[in-house]
């Protein structure tokens, strides 16, 4: 992993003013239905405030492999949909491509997915929710950046609002090329997928809890309002 | 249009009128006139519906062009007011409590532009950007590749062509371009 690298000379974030926490985060004195007073304090409540751990392989090779089988073949994509690739999942679920065919559906909440389909560009608002989103799924998961966005910025390589390498964020498993990328090259990328995860490379999860604090680094480096935990999961 | 804009000449004094197409005209009006004629236009004249609120940014002339574009639906035509405003001292009375709708245009105005509508609901209050401490980005003098160098990760081995030439190449290499 590099080091962690300033793009740029001047960091912007030196001059940021403090600003206060929103209002539905501060502690606050509630009344229960029956009565009772309690303070709730929603950064520490409703949060788990322990960093991710790195999951070690399980006891034997051919136990791990048969794992990694099984997790290759049922692939739970998050229904969350970023920058125009996310038009692309739609003929892919419908019967014209049926990914379903390959063990691949999609899931509603982040609990019941493992695999996270960045589908484009990320401004930075929507990366703040991809992160939260993200570190609430359960191990093992994975992530795919689709479409030249993720990979180097695309078309936005000089916008104001959009991130230009994802895997500074988020630990890419995958990226699948093209602008936009078609279903038959999300359909090849997600073969490809089991393979590395066949091959017992899928580690992303584990890599994300190694450098948990260099992405943390980064990720607070262009979200300025971070009014979250550092682990929300 | 010419007829109404024929009947605004005699009521208010106008800048500039540019007809487009017999359904859409543009019409410059002071910034203190802009309400005055607004109203007129949506209570007498019929142009009930605000169809957007947007700015342009004369960096060079040192103002901000504001264009409110109203919509006459029984007659279905379109008229749209120009008003330029100061970009140093950037205020301009709101239009929120005759269309309601206004004063979303106008909180977005305010941040991507940094132009005041004093009294509009949440003006004040984030639209979209979250956490934003540049200057606002819309505005002229922002330079967004240069924020964009400065700010975020770039994965070096990005190469630029120009389509025309790059093309030309392509296809006929050899002739002299
Ligand atoms: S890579 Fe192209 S299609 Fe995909 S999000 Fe970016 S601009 Fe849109």
């Known amino acids: 992993m590099e080091a962690f690298v300033k793009p740029g000379e001047k960091n912007r974030l030196k001059e940021r003013p403090e600003r206060p926490v929103k209002q539905e985060l501060q502690p606050r004195v509630v009344k229960t239905p029956d009565g009772q007073e309690i303070t709730v304090e929603p950064l520490k409540d409703y949060y788990c405030e322990a960093p991710p751990r790195v999951h070690p392989p399980a006891y034997a090779k051919i136990v791990e492999d048969l794992f990694n089988w099984a997790r290759a073949e049922s692939l739970w994509i998050l229904g969350f ?6 038009i692309e999942m739609r003929p892919l679920m419908t019967p014209r491509f049926d990914a379903y065919r390959y063990g691949i559906q999609w899931r509603p909440t982040p609990r019941q ?3 996270f389909v960045i589908s484009g560009y990320l401004s930075v608002k929507t990366l703040k929710r991809a992160i939260r989103s993200y570190e609430q799924m359960q191990n093992p998961k994975y992530v795919v950046g689709l479409g030249s966005c993720t990979i180097n910025g695309g078309m936005y390589w000089d916008s104001y609002n959009t991130i230009k390498r994802l895997d500074r964020y988020l630990p890419v498993d995958l990226y699948i090329t093209g602008c936009m990328p078609r279903p038959e090259a999300l359909l090849a990328g997600f073969l490809e997928l089991k393979k590395i995860i066949k091959a017992g490379k899928g580690e992303g999860a584990n890599r994300y809890a190694e450098n948990f604090d260099w992405y943390k680094a980064n990720q607070k480096q262009v979200i300025h309002d971070w009014d979250m935990p550092d682990y929300s999961w | 249009m010419k007829d109404l804009t024929d009947r605004l000449g005699t009521l208010f004094s106008l800048g500039d009128i540019t007809e487009k197409r017999d359904d859409l005209a543009f019409v410059s009006v002071a910034p203190d006139l802009l309400r005055a004629v607004i109203t007129h236009l949506r209570d007498v004249e019929g142009f009930t519906h605000l169809v957007l609120l947007t700015a342009v940014d004369w960096i060079e002339g040192g103002q901000f062009q504001l264009t409110y574009l109203v919509h006459n639906r029984t007659r279905a035509r379109d008229i749209g007011l120009r008003v330029f405003i100061d970009r140093e001292e950037a205020t301009m009375a709101g239009i929120h409590d005759l269309w309601p709708t206004a004063a979303t245009y106008q909180r977005e105005l305010k941040e991507m532009f940094g132009i ?5 609901p949440r003006i004040d209050e984030e639209f979209i950007l979250e956490g934003w401490t540049d200057i606002p980005p819309y505005r002229r003098d922002f330079d967004t590749k240069k924020y964009a160098e400065e700010t ?5 081995g990005r190469e630029t062509f120009d389509p025309a030439t790059h093309m030309k190449d392509k296809l006929y290499p050899g002739e002299a371009s």
Do not use: E
């Not at chain 2, 005041?116 to 509009?120: A, C, I």
């Open chain 2, 116 to 120: 005041d509508f004093p009294g509009s």
């Open chain 2, 152 to 156: 975020y990760f770039h994965r070096p």
């Open chain 1, 113 to 115: 997915a493992n695999l």
């Open chain 1, 81 to 86: 949909g970023t920058g125009c690739g996310a």
